[in-house]
């Protein structure tokens, strides 16, 4: 009888290796909260990579791959967390996700690693997720704020900019980024009149505006959230006339701060995390054809999170996340044919033939240990009241 | 030259943003001041309904927008607010006569009106999200600037710039006018002395044959009133948001309470002593001393910093209670 036990379940067990399955992924995101006008983006970015994977039939003898979004409202860590178990009960194993720093250190600390759930975050950048006990669970298709921070001094000295005053949202986003940025730019021989925080969702912000004013600088840092916050300093910043240069990183640049600014901060700089490359026009023609907007924050971020974490289970020919994560630098690294957007299927046939590959994909994929992209980015500057590219950085 | 660069350092900064915040954080403490002594009771609604009257003038704004009505350089919104008002009235009244009007007659303890008036905040922050959205609004289609920084400094040729943006000069106006006819009215009409003789003294009123439900009706469209001009002026002047209502119901009930609960002169007081402390404590005075004379060196000559603007209207708040628990403006306590 024990035998015959012992035997059905390793026949099981060899069954749900081999055959096909149907692969839940969990897009876990802040629908909801002080991103939510990027969100829908990010979520169809990943999608559009699911789609592509699960309709070619070539991952795992013909395994289909079914999405389910999940709302980590961005800035309640126990909300993120209850959304993220109710997608584990739902029998999701990977994610992608989360949205902001501070959720998804807690999604990863509560849910993912006592679970055995594989994270790839398309936007937390903050620092401390660098160093974090993941038990090799988490990755991020998005650099870390360390070197935002640097490429920010870098832009600003090269505007001839020698003095800035911080303004950060206060989290730990806004904290880690901020604090990198200083670091940075105090090293490159700037000056930074003070860096004080800001609290999102605020009545008024014009005790704020007036200290940064009086501290002065050549520039605004607006380390914040551009549906927060953010943009209540800024704001208060142009009527006042404190400052007329801005410097913007991701957490601003959309399409919201420039309808809402237009020619008011012209000549400002924007940072964010993109690249340029065959990869990045793949992407586009890709996302224009699925009928979102590419050039949204973190939509090719997240088209690449969903695509490394399938290819990572074509390579470790299991859907188990334990097998899967030590695949994911593999995938995504030199050496092995390189792989673009709308390539999946051909990613995953040579995976299937034994052949190494190096996902390339819409961000110009790098990981660097502990498994974080290296990081390229995009340098935008306001002119006409439009978000116009001025390079990569 | 110095001086002058100094005042309007000053001006631009500090004296203009917290008069403006201070007008806004009066009307709505005006609001909550107004229940508290007629109705006796703590109204945690308030801000919501705040954000309910700022939703409806929106809806009035646009219906008036998109039939081609333009008071230029005023906002639109303007003409809108009876319409946000009426709409908001009918909201209280109707909440009065389905929530409050049962404990009333019960003669519940102020703290179950409280706890009920916690209840109707929600169920009003789901009725305005439902109705306008979760998102940032902002409907102010008039001028912008009363005076800009930059032909401010054309015209007098100072470094520093000054900054008047015609949604705080409307707020400062409109408090003005609505403050003189909240006074005119409690203290000259024979409704507004009704009005005062019930919150004085309940039974002694009802004996001199003064009708209960008649002023508590018009205490409710008073206030409404009141929530509405206040939130609508605050969604000129910042942008609307319905979050953000919930966010400055703490604010309110601090100058309330500073300036004495149920003293409507205090309510004022209490809502420009709030707003001037957040900015003038946690200004940094660097630059006017500067400008005055003074070697300063690196020190910035900030008190605190702005982290902890909230903590200074709480600490305001405690020696209060502590010194004065009826506050600056001798209010009641029941």
Redo the contacts between chains.
């Keep these: 009888m024990k035998r015959l036990l012992l035997a059905s379940a390793a026949t099981a067990l060899l069954a749900g290796a081999a055959g096909a399955e149907d692969v839940k992924l969990g897009l876990h995101l802040g629908f909801t909260g002080p991103l939510e006008s990027m969100a829908p983006n990010i979520a169809a970015g990943a999608e559009a990579a699911a789609k592509e994977v699960s309709d070619s039939g070539k991952l795992m003898d013909g395994s289909t791959v079914t999405t389910s979004r999940s709302d980590t409202t961005c800035t309640d860590a126990a909300a993120s967390v209850a959304a993220a178990e109710r997608q584990i009960a739902d029998g999701v194993k990977v994610l992608v996700g989360g949205q902001c720093s501070g959720e998804t250190i807690a999604t990863l600390e509560r849910v993912a690693i006592p679970n055995g759930v594989m994270m790839i975050s398309p936007s937390a950048t903050s620092p401390a997720l660098s160093t974090i006990e993941d038990q090799g669970l988490f990755f991020r298709a998005a650099p870390s704020d360390a070197r935002q921070g640097e490429v920010m001094a870098e832009l600003a000295k090269a505007q001839g900019i020698e003095s800035v005053a911080i303004t950060y949202t206060n989290n730990d986003y806004g904290k880690g980024l901020a604090d990198s940025f200083q670091a940075a730019f105090e090293a490159a021989g700037g000056t930074v009149t003070t860096s004080a925080a800001h609290d999102d969702g605020k009545a008024d912000y014009s005790a704020e505006v007036a200290a940064l004013a009086a501290a002065g600088g050549d520039a605004l840092a607006v380390v914040g959230y551009v549906d927060q916050g953010g943009s209540g300093v800024t704001q208060g910043a142009l009527d006042t006339g404190a400052f007329e240069k801005f410097i913007f990183p991701d957490g601003m640049i959309g399409e919201a701060l420039v309808s809402r600014f237009g020619t008011g901060i012209e000549g400002s700089i924007g940072i964010n995390p993109a690249a340029e490359g065959d990869g990045r026009a793949k992407f586009e023609e890709l996302a224009a054809a699925a009928g979102f907007d590419p050039s949204s924050p973190y939509s090719a971020e997240a088209y690449d999170a969903a695509a490394l974490i399938l290819l990572s289970m074509q390579a470790a020919k299991s859907s188990d996340p334990a097998a899967a994560k030590d695949k994911v630098m593999e995938v995504a690294n030199a050496p092995g044919e390189q792989i673009l957007p709308g390539e999946l299927a051909k990613g995953l046939e040579l995976l299937a033939a034994g052949t190494d590959i190096d996902y390339v994909g819409a961000s110009s994929v790098e990981l660097v240990e502990p498994g974080e992209s290296a990081g390229s980015f995009r340098e935008t500057t306001i002119k006409d009241g439009k978000l116009e590219v001025v390079g990569f950085h | 030259m110095d001086i002058l660069n100094a005042l309007v350092a000053f001006l ?3 004296f203009i ?2 008069a403006a ?1 201070g007008a806004q954080l009066a009307l709505g403490a005006l609001g909550v001041t107004l229940i508290y002594g007629i109705l006796r009771f703590s109204n945690f609604a308030h801000g919501d309904t705040m954000a309910f009257g700022a939703a409806m003038t929106i809806f009035a704004t646009w219906a008036l927008q998109a039939i081609g009505v333009s008071i230029y350089p005023l906002p639109t919104a303007l003409l809108a607010l009876p319409f946000g008002i009426a709409a908001t009235a009918l909201l209280a009244l109707g909440t009065d006569r389905v929530v409050y009007r049962y404990y009333r007659q019960k003669k519940s303890d102020p703290i179950i009106l409280v706890m009920a008036s916690v209840g109707v905040m929600f169920i009003m922050n789901g009725l305005t999200r439902v109705l306008i959205g ?1 998102d ?1 609004i ?1 409907f102010d289609d008039g001028a912008r ?1 009363v005076i ?3 032909s401010f ?1 054309e015209w007098t040729g100072l470094t520093e ?1 000054l ?1 008047l ?1 015609t949604t705080q000069l409307i707020t400062l106006v409109v408090a003005v006018l609505v403050v003189w006819a909240l006074f005119w009215f409690l203290n000259r009409t024979r409704s507004g002395k009704a009005m005062r003789a019930y919150s004085d003294n309940e039974d002694l009123a009802l004996l001199s044959g003064i009708d209960p439900e008649r002023v508590v009706r018009m205490t409710w469209i008073i206030a409404a009133a009141l929530a509405t001009i206040a939130g609508a002026l ?1 969604g000129l002047d ?1 942008a609307f948001k319905p ?2 209502y919930f ?2 119901l703490l ?1 309110i009930f601090a100058a309330a309470i500073v300036g004495g609960l149920g003293s409507p002169i205090g309510a004022i007081a209490g809502g420009f002593i709030v ?1 001037f402390s ?2 003038a404590i ?6 006017v001393a500067e400008y005055l004379g003074f070697d300063t060196g690196s020190a ?1 000559l ?1 008190l605190m ?3 902890y ?1 909230f903590a200074v209207s709480f600490v305001i708040l405690i020696v209060v209670l502590l010194f004065r628990p009826t506050g600056l403006f001798r209010g009641k306590a029941y």
């Design positions: 631009n900064f500090v943003p917290a915040y979760v940032e902002r600037f800009d920084v930059r400094r710039g900054a943006r605050y910042k979050f953000n966010q400055i604010p707003a957040e900015v946690t200004y940094p005075w660097k630059k910035m900030q910093s702005t982290e603007k």
